[in-house]
């Protein structure tokens, strides 16, 4: 006669019961799924190349340059080093743009004093090109363009000739861009430009500080303070 | 008389394991799998692929024609999982005779194995370079991060959150920092304005975005662009109100904790183990047409300060370090540098398939032959 089966005992409880595998499984999977932990990672920083530019001579007119386009010039990179000294209130940005050698945010100098960040920083880059990046003149209508400044050419010749000068703290030779006074035909400009200018025949090196008009009448000064405090080491001329 | 029970006999006796391996589980599942396949497919077509996935192949529970409740196919596959390991574990006999079927069925666990692993680790993310160009990571498709980082020259520490841990109200630890930000708002999709747009409150902003109005999600979802307002908290600083678009091209830059720090709602970002520089992408056109035979992309993989010339063409992707470079697309513009894009896929789980068909297969060759040689004694004797 067969004797009935013993009670059952739960099987899960056993110690080498394949339910801790499980459960241990289980519980990882559950725990793999918590999408609050940081990640925390190093990455080597992104620089996208410059703009390929479109070849031959620029034309001269104002139609492309007024629409803000880039004036032919060589992207390629020039063997110059550029130092400057960092006015307080700026704080360096990180820029997608490769052609920047330095990006800064000017803070309002009353909002510098407070400690806090201005949202509408006035954006500050700095660019080196190599020879003369396609012209002096395209490249101030280059600026005016993207800030709605239209100037004729005797007009434009004569705002370069009495552009103020200054000398950079290693001795080269620039101008300052003051766009500052110039306002759009149609006077609904939200933006100006400051900014300066160094040339030599085999590089160019641009400062340019973009934003609101009265927040840019206020970094006049620092700009020009930080244009002067240029030092660009590189090929002899 | 027979002895007394193994507990493998007396758990499988027990009327719960019998319910649980009951035949009409199995095909019910089956079922529910054909019908989610065939309803995901058309949903597909109205929502996105991503969309379809979710609902359909994700956990939670599906409404097919709008009152029909189904589970989702991960819980269905779940099902199937368990009554496959219970059956291994208390119905298949531990006879040699019998190795075949064990083989058999380790090769479906493997194959369910490998399908949880890619749910839960493989990682799909895309990298788009133009000739000249050089990637160190990949950006997710779909899936964005809040990310804090420092740059030490040419590298970025990176401390970021993922977007799904941005719940509104939590409060998350910005751990090098010494800093918590408590999250305001999220938008999976929404429209940004200027401050000058508005008069509400001012945020730290790179672009000056001073306001967010959340839009319906897109029926693509890479085409939707998040945003994220939160409260950001230093000790001994009055708290900062922080708004990120997720459409944002410059990141903002933080003081924290006395470092400079930038912020930025973006694209995951996935660091690769080496660098890849496109040398030259190539578009080959069928002659006399302008319809694409073939695309075709060369690479110097960098690594350790050397370089090796891979080459991805269609349906010819580069493996290398667990990583499969897929030819996805490409971008060609007058006057611009070429750009190609690859879909980059890392799948812990990728061989586990490979392995359950072959593993299938001999177990039930074995099995087949295991009952085959018997059987041809057994003719040959009669």
Request: hydrophobic share 45%; glycine share 8%.
């Amino acid at each position: 006669m067969r004797s009935p089966p013993p009670p059952l005992k739960n099987p899960f409880f056993r110690p080498k019961s394949p339910f801790y595998g499980l459960a241990g499984l289980g519980l990882a999977l559950l725990l793999g799924c918590q999408d609050t932990q940081p990640r925390v990672y190093t990455e080597v920083a992104f620089k996208p190349l410059a703009a390929s530019m479109p070849n031959g001579p620029m034309s001269g007119g104002m139609g492309p340059m007024a629409a803000g386009g880039m004036p032919a010039m060589s992207a390629a990179p020039v063997d110059i080093k550029v130092t400057w000294k960092l006015p307080e209130g700026w704080t360096t940005k990180d820029s997608a743009n490769a052609m920047r050698i330095g990006s800064f945010a000017a803070t309002d100098p009353d909002l510098a004093n407070s400690g806090e960040i201005d949202p509408n920083a006035v954006d500050v880059s700095v660019v080196q090109l190599a020879g003369d990046a396609g012209g002096l003149k395209a490249n101030i209508m280059r600026w005016m363009g993207q800030v709605g400044v239209k100037m004729g050419p005797e007009d434009l010749e004569a705002f370069i000739k009495a552009a103020a000068r200054f000398k950079t703290a290693s001795g080269q030779e620039g101008m300052f861009v003051d766009l500052t006074d110039k306002l759009s035909g149609d006077m609904t400009q939200d933006k100006t430009i400051y900014g300066a200018i160094v040339q030599t025949k085999e590089y160019t090196v641009f400062v340019k500080a973009m934003g609101e008009m009265a927040k840019v009448q206020r970094q006049k000064p620092i700009v020009k303070a930080f244009s002067q405090s240029l030092r660009i080491e590189g090929p002899k001329s | 008389m027979s002895g007394p029970l193994s507990w493998r006999q007396r758990v499988a006796r027990h009327p719960a394991t019998k319910a649980v391996l009951h035949p009409a589980i199995t095909l019910a599942c089956l079922l529910v799998l054909f019908v989610l396949i065939f309803f995901g497919t058309l949903f597909q077509a109205d929502h996105g692929l991503f969309e379809a996935q979710k609902k359909f192949f994700g956990y939670g529970w599906v409404l097919i024609g709008g009152f029909f409740p189904l589970p989702a196919a991960s819980q269905v596959i779940w099902i199937l999982s368990i009554q496959l390991t219970v059956m291994m574990s208390l119905h298949l006999q531990w006879k040699i005779s019998k190795i075949g079927l064990w083989i058999v069925h380790a090769g479906i666990m493997a194959l369910l194995v490998g399908g949880f692993i890619t749910q839960m680790m493989a990682v799909e993310s895309q990298l788009t370079l133009a000739e000249g160009e050089i990637g160190h990571f990949t950006t997710s498709y779909n899936e964005h991060e809040v990310a804090f980082w420092e740059a030490k020259g040419d590298t970025n520490s990176v401390f970021a959150y993922d977007a799904t841990a941005l719940k509104p109200g939590s409060q998350l630890d910005l751990g090098p920092y010494r800093a918590r930000i408590q999250v305001r708002s999220y938008y999976e999709n929404c429209d940004a304005f200027t401050t000058r747009a508005t008069n509400g409150p001012k945020y730290l902003n790179a672009s000056g975005i001073g306001m967010l109005e959340q839009r319906k999600p897109e029926k693509e979802v890479t085409q939707n662009a998040p945003g994220l307002i939160f409260s950001l908290s230093e000790a001994g600083k009055p708290d900062r109100e922080v708004l990120l678009y997720g459409q944002e091209l410059s990141a903002l830059p933080l003081t924290l904790d006395g470092k400079q720090v930038f912020a930025q709602l973006r694209l995951k970002h996935y660091p690769l183990a080496f660098s890849l520089r496109l040398t030259d992408f190539i578009k080959n056109v069928h002659p006399g047409t302008d319809v694409p035979s073939s695309f075709e992309s060369y690479a110097d993989l960098l690594e350790n300060g050397g370089s090796r010339p891979v080459k991805v063409w269609m349906n010819n992707p580069l493996r290398t370090h667990g990583y499969t470079f897929f030819q996805a697309s490409y971008a060609q513009a007058q006057g611009q540098a070429d750009k190609s894009t690859f879909a980059v896929v890392t799948n812990p789980g990728r061989v586990l398939p490979y392995v359950s068909s072959l593993t299938v297969f001999a177990g039930l060759l074995i099995h087949f032959l295991i009952r085959l040689i018997p059987f041809v004694r057994r003719e040959t004797s009669v």
